[in-house]
């Protein structure tokens, strides 16, 4: 009971702050500020290491799968404007660039080999394949087997075909973790944000194995708001994809924000690169 108090006071005072939006980015500025200020009073460390992030990520179980099939949503920034927003919803704007570049590489080429990094939860596969069905072939790699092994409870037969490996995009033998494959087609989705030390590492392992275009929906420090900038700094996510990838010599075809932000605390943006070209 006293829950549903506290969250139907935050509704209400959301719902008051979104008819200021100056005033709600204020408000989420002092909240991050104020989150800081507890960290560094009480001595908590916020830089990521290997360890302690994939032990938070595996605590996820299939919170996610559950809040798109049951209807579960939040308040997002869509389209610059603040709204609530149904997670399955939310999942299918953030697929709308992804899906674009897939229909453009199926015109040239049928099946397409498509691989996801940081798969996780496999939302993103399960829709990739109910929308395409025998015109691509799925793969997705993480670094987690426990998440993969959720997945594969929770979705049962929607995952058929869909080739699903446990690896690091970071180690050395990551092309051995996928037996040397390439594929027409590699993304991610706020995967690399949790490796903001190993980014090039990365880069360079999801160039390797890609033949035709990389794609990555991930926080891009420079599109960022004072907020977003502020929560990536605290939350110790990556803030320098767009200049490492600049540095290594990427071709960049795309680098801009989504046109809705899941959380108006996390920046969300599209980097695709043409893996055709030259890098290191």
Request: net charge positive.
């Amino acid at each position: 009971m006293f829950r549903r108090v506290i969250q139907t006071v935050r509704s209400i005072g959301l719902r008051v702050l979104m008819r200021y939006p100056r005033a709600y980015q204020t408000y989420l500025y002092r909240q991050q500020r104020h989150r800081l200020d507890r960290m560094l009073r009480n001595g908590t460390p916020f830089l990521k290491t290997p360890a302690t992030s994939q032990d938070e990520y595996e605590k996820y179980d299939d919170r996610e799968q559950r809040a798109e099939d049951e209807g579960r949503g939040w308040y997002c920034i869509v389209d610059g404007r603040i709204q609530w927003m149904r997670a399955k919803d939310i999942r299918g704007r953030y697929l709308e660039p992804i899906a674009g570049q897939i229909d453009a590489e199926l015109k040239q080429k049928r099946p397409l080999y498509v691989l996801e990094v940081g798969c996780g939860n496999c939302c993103n596969l399960v829709r990739l394949r109910e929308r395409y069905g025998e015109r691509v072939v799925l793969s997705g790699i993480d670094i987690s087997a426990k998440r993969i092994d959720v997945a594969r409870r929770y979705y049962g037969e929607r995952l058929n075909d869909v080739d699903l490996r446990v690896g690091s995009v970071t180690a050395e033998d990551f092309e051995g973790c996928l037996e040397g494959r390439r594929f027409d087609f590699v993304f991610s989705m706020h995967c690399l944000e949790q490796i903001p030390y190993d980014l090039k590492a990365a880069l360079k392992n999801m160039a390797r194995v890609t033949s035709g275009r990389l794609a990555m929906v991930e926080p891009v420090f420079e599109f960022g708001n004072p907020v977003q900038k502020l929560s990536l700094l605290i939350s110790d996510h990556a803030k320098v994809l767009l200049p490492t990838a600049l540095a290594m010599g990427f071709n960049i075809v795309r680098a801009e924000p989504l046109t809705i932000q899941a959380s108006p605390k996390n920046q969300s943006s599209l980097i695709i690169i043409d893996c055709h070209g030259s890098q290191e």
